[in-house]
């Protein structure tokens, strides 16, 4: 539904409309009130009815044009199969081979220090085997007073659509820890769009959140087909702080209890009709996701998606595009340090536990098992 203003001509809301009525010229004893009738002039009197009257006509005509622009309005979006095939498999010991380091300040001004990846491998901050990639914090800094070691990893090749298909089997958690697997273009923020896939923050409890930020004009709401929880629907960055339209998945999505379940396998299509998200237990996914299934993956037979971000009120294709896949764990920023006491009870303050509480990240870890990516022709 829109807001009424869009129902009047040229923008102007009922209450603009009304000072039509000419108020210069009026009686302005200070007894009576500039809106009282009974103190007005009888040609005034006639001039207000005949403005009232054009008034209720611009009503009516604007609420019919109003009316055929939402039929205008796109319908909730078509997700019909596509025919995916796999476009991208990163996983084993060239695992990183796909990604840059990012070793300059932090953009999202975390407690953090991003190193390149020559002292990412010889302090085994990043770390690939056979079956596992690990990206960790460092756990062994116990006077980290510019913010502690860590990775942040963006991915060489971009994407403008796909299913990506996030195989995790450690999520990381703790204290102070803002984590996140996630998609952006590091050239055009909030341009081209960032749609956050796995992400949380202390410790990792709360479940996983979902979300998308934007430039303007992409919002969510209206109907959707998901089973997680809303929290917020304008995906514009310059609202509520940047907060983003988010959706919370159960405690279950993310942290200790989806890593005790021997981890998480995280789906994401992008698409111009929409973005949608999954989360299946590892032990038990999709026959279509299993690990070595060469099959073309089909979500429509995965059941309703736990984030439903369609394009009714959002143009998904163009405001989303060269998206690289970003790792990282960032410590304090905004988010953790905002609810690092109220919400998640953490000691003392957010940046000094960071500092030197070193062996509390020791669960601070990304282990990932494989990274997909299907893509169409469509
Ligand atoms: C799906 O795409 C592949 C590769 O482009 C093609 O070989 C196959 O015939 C397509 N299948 C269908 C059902 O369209
Ligand atoms: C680096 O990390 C991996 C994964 O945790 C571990 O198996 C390996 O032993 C570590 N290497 C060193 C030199 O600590
Ligand atoms: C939103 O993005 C614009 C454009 O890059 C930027 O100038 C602004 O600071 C951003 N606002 C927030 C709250 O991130
Ligand atoms: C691959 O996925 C299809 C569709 O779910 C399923 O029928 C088939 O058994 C799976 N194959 C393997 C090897 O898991
Ligand atoms: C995407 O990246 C390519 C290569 O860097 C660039 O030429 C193109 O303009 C970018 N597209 C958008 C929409 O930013
Ligand atoms: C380090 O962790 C312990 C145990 O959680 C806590 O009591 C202590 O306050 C922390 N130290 C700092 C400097 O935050």
Known sequence: MQENKAFLPDGTSPETAYQGAPMDNMDMSPTTSKWNPKGWQKKWKITAVIAAVILIIVIIVAAVEGSKNSKSKPDYPDYHA????????????????????????DPANGFVNYVDQATAISTNLTYAGDSSAFLRADSKDTDAKNGRNSVRITSKKQFHSGLFVFDIKHTPYGCGTWPAVWMADPSDWPGNGEIDVVETVNQGNTGNQMALHTSK???????????????GTNCYNGTNDNAGCAVMG????????????????????????GIRMWIFNRDSPPGDLRANNDTTPDPSTWGLPI????????????HFKNQSIIANIDFCGSWANSVYT??????????????????????????FASFRIYSTDE
């Open 82 to 105: 596509l025919n995916y095939t796999l476009e991208d498999r990163w996983q084993g010991t060239n695992f990183f081979d796909n990604f840059d380091y990012h070793s300059s300040p």
């Open 217 to 231: 004009n992409c919002q969510m709401k209206s109907r959707r087909a998901q089973t997680g929880t809303v929290h």
């Open 250 to 273: 159960a405690s279950s999505s993310y942290g200790a209890e989806a890593n005790d379940d021997g981890g998480a396998v995280y789906a994401m299509e992008l698409r111009d009709a």
């Open 307 to 318: 984030a439903d971000f369609p394009s009714t009120d959002c143009d998904i294709g163009s």
């Open 342 to 367: 109220s919400q998640f009870k953490c000691p003392g303050k957010c940046e000094d536990f960071v500092a030197k509480n070193a062996t509390a990240f020791e669960k601070a870890y990304w282990e």
